[in-house]
């Protein structure tokens, strides 16, 4: 594994914690224009497409967003559960990104819902996340070096979820350091103490998997052929 595709590695297993759940949410039976035909047409979804305003496609992520929330209260009412859902919009190329309607409807971030997303809870191995951010962090100011040994100890904490590399950083760069950069980029702090499980809330791991989405510094990101890093 070669320096410029440890980025592209927690990229690629980005989608492990960052769920498609707006696959299941689908544009059937969204808007009224679709409901008198259980297959529409080619002709039927132009139509549709140019039917729906920007009020009538607002009104129907306010409904959705409204019913996402209520199931997520239910869902999280005795207060052992935390979630937070955020959208990332269709993909490139995707049916959906074809759609001038499904475009508009799944907008990024337009149905982000949450609901006691602020809690602490026990991070399990997603602090390794944030490790990860530390580390691209460190690289970018010229701090860490990817040689072999840490290449491989970051693709054994990434992919198979192993603790020692993870755990050998802790050590190395101290607690309090470490918190106090997870701080400065606004997520929950303090997420390490000394002989307590790591700390995060599911509004933390969504900013800093959006900010991986979207390619901003310090996370690293693929591109065609190399690696780039937005300062």
């Excluded at 039927?44 to 729906?52: E, G, K, L, S, Y």
């Amino acid at each position: 594994m070669k320096p410029h595709q440890i980025p592209q590695l927690l990229f690629k297993y980005r989608v492990v914690v960052m769920a498609a759940a707006i696959v299941v949410l689908g544009l059937t039976g969204m808007f009224s224009v679709y409901a008198h035909q259980q297959r529409p047409t080619q002709a039927d979804t132009v139509a549709a497409n140019q039917a729906a305003t920007p009020h009538q496609i607002k009104q129907q992520q306010r409904h959705l967003k409204a019913r996402l929330k209520k199931y997520l209260t239910h869902l999280t009412a005795d207060g052992t559960t935390s979630v937070s859902f955020y959208n990332l919009g269709p993909i490139a190329g995707s049916s959906a990104a074809k759609s001038p309607l499904a475009r508009q409807f799944y907008r990024r971030g337009q149905l982000a819902v949450s609901a006691n997303a602020h809690t602490p809870v026990v991070s399990a191995s997603t602090y390794k996340l944030f490790i990860a951010a530390y580390l691209f962090h460190l690289n970018h100011q010229g701090q860490y070096t990817w040689d072999t040994t840490s290449q491989d100890g970051f693709h054994r904490m990434i992919v198979n979820s192993e603790n020692d590399f993870a755990e050998g950083i802790l050590d190395t760069y101290g607690l309090a350091g470490i918190d106090n950069y997870i701080g400065s980029q606004d997520y929950y702090t303090p997420m390490f103490i000394a002989n307590q499980e790591a700390m995060t809330t599911a509004a933390s791991l969504t900013k800093l998997l959006v900010r991986l989405d979207r390619a901003q510094a310090p996370l690293i990101m693929p591109t065609i052929g190399r690696g780039y890093c937005l300062s």
